[in-house]
């Protein structure tokens, strides 16, 4: 449809997809609303306050909104290399590797610490944050040492008054240190001269105490962006090396154990409990329920799949769901940063699988078969696109 009106998936909100008509979004009676939908010949169904909008069930809505177009890069997963990795780094690696599954960024960088000493050494924590990368399949395209990054433009200044004797970017309204009275730089030096690099739109994945440090950077540099992340808490003690920090590979030994050295199932299990939060929120990583597919969805996702291959159901590899409502939330999730809001839909998925899979026999009905292939490779498409691993046992 050449004449066909785009909008802004925001503007507009699904009702429960279990209607006779199929799927139905509503939006506010506006002009652009009911031109969108006119120009898609969806069916309207106008009242106050909104505008009931029925889109045909095996409609293709892919293409009805505004595309989201990729960050050139993506800082997602860039720890310092004088520390062991812990728990909350996971949060940042879980969420680096979906929103690249989600197309988010077109490449994948790391600006990794290497200007301190500390509890470990930089090969040693180098070759951990390699091994993770390579085992749980985080596709980073280039790696930056802070040591390496140098600034040599115009935006840095003599300091003066309380500043004297730094070197400072100065946004205006306020100042930033960019190199201290001993020579060292700071990690805001580091960030600018990345940017300087970079030169595009880049996408930056740290936590939330660190928005308004990129929010200065944004002033600078108007291309780049900020996600802050939430904080991780661990429910129930386990033993760690660091008293009250929890090293990742603590957290990954001990669910290892749990999981029969299962890497990619431990994977799926830790993901889910932080995926299905929004980014910017706290999570919680309950190791009472880990084990619990009725209260560990990430586990329960899997399950389901492991449950319909077992029972013989086969499934095309394919681009397109046949569910407009999760092709819907997936561009939903996409086009506000927020895994989330596919993650839940797609857990919802699974229990419509898991209740009808209680009462309709597959093997030997042609039409299950068919229906269950179909829920089956929504399901796969969906893991696929939350970077979530194909189990076919749990």
């Known amino acids: 449809m050449d004449t066909a009106i785009k909008i802004d998936i925001n503007k507009i909100r699904t009702l429960p997809p279990n209607m006779e008509f199929g799927f139905c979004v509503y939006g506010k009676p506006e002009e652009e609303i009911i031109n969108w939908a006119n120009s898609w010949g969806f069916r309207i169904e106008e009242g106050k306050p909104y505008t009931n909008i029925l889109v045909p069930r095996n409609f293709d809505i892919s293409g009805c909104f505004e595309e989201f177009v990729p960050y050139k890069f993506v800082d997602g997963f860039s720890p310092n290399l004088n520390k062991h990795l812990h728990v909350g780094h996971m949060s940042n690696f879980i969420l680096a590797k979906t929103f690249q599954s989600m197309g988010v960024g077109e ?30 399949g985080l596709n980073i395209s280039e790696t930056f040492l802070a040591s390496n990054m140098f600034y040599d433009g115009d935006l840095l200044k003599d300091g003066k008054g309380k500043y004297k004797g730094t070197k400072v970017f100065d946004a205006g309204d306020e100042k930033m240190v960019g190199i201290k009275s001993d020579g060292s730089t700071t990690y805001f030096y580091q960030d600018i001269a990345l940017a300087e690099v970079l ?17 200065t950077l944004k002033k600078f540099f108007p291309h780049t962006n900020h996600v802050g992340l939430g904080l991780v808490k661990l429910k129930e003690k386990m033993s760690s090396r660091a008293g009250n920090v929890i090293f990742l590979s603590d957290l990954i030994e001990d669910c290892l154990e749990k999981f029969n050295n299962d890497w990619e199932l431990v994977y799926n299990v830790l993901a889910g ?7 910017k929120k706290d999570k919680k990583i309950d190791l009472d329920i880990l084990s619990n597919p009725k209260n560990s969805p990430g586990l329960y996702i899997s399950y389901t799949l492991a449950r319909l291959t077992s029972a013989g159901v086969r499934a095309m590899a394919t681009e397109k769901f046949n569910n407009n409502v999760l092709q819907y939330k997936f561009l939903k999730a996409q086009s506000n940063l927020q895994p989330n809001i596919f993650f839940n839909e797609l857990v919802e998925h699974c229990k419509m699988i898991n209740k009808l899979y209680a009462t309709h026999i597959i093997q030997g009905n042609p039409e299950n078969e068919v229906m269950f292939s179909n829920f089956e490779e929504d399901l796969e498409l969906g893991m696929n696109k939350l970077g979530l691993f194909l ?4």
């Open 391 to 394: 189990v076919d046992k749990v």
């Open 199 to 215: 030169k595009e739109s880049t996408l930056y994945m740290t936590g939330n105490e660190q928005d308004g440090h990129f929010g």
């Open 273 to 279: 409990f932080i995926i299905k939060i929004e980014p």
């Open 107 to 136: 490449n994948f960088i790391s600006i990794l610490g290497d200007t301190l000493q500390g509890d470990v050494e930089h090969g040693d924590a180098l070759n951990m944050y390699n091994t993770y990368c390579e085992v749980f």
